[in-house]
């Protein structure tokens, strides 16, 4: 049954979990190995530690979790313009991947961020 009241838009962000204290470890990674931006918290959530990153137009948040787990199976799924640059430069910088050709017009891969989060990238095939 589908309700006309509203509208799906999108997704405004995915958030991942990460032990305490890790913040910096998330900067290097996401920020320094990965090239996103790191976007300012809200000041009356800086309390609750963590950090956020644009990616694309969607947001990315690293959000602190004591009793932390991974997650090995939910992840975010990134969509990447020369995913080939992407997996060479995880390569040098000695990030594990795994390519996945399980969906034929797909090129992708998963890695880990260093927390053990799963994560996917993806490029469309040419």
Known sequence: MTN?????IGLDHVQLAAPPGSEE????FF??????NEIPKPEKLKVRGGV???????????GIEAAFVPAKKAHPAFVV???EALMKHLK???V???INDEIPHLI?????DPFGNRLEFMEEAK
Do not use: S, T, V
Not at 25 to 28: D, G, N
Not at 108 to 112: D, G, S
């Open 108 to 112: 992708r891969f998963f890695a880990e």
């Open 81 to 83: 313009q020369n995913i």
């Open 4 to 8: 006309k009241k509203y509208e799906w």
């Open 52 to 62: 956020w990153f644009q990616c694309g137009a969607q947001f990315i948040h690293i």
């Open 96 to 98: 594990p991947i795994r």
């Open 92 to 94: 040098e910088n000695e």
């Open 31 to 36: 920020k320094d190995l990965l090239g996103m």
């Open 25 to 28: 470890e998330a900067r290097r």
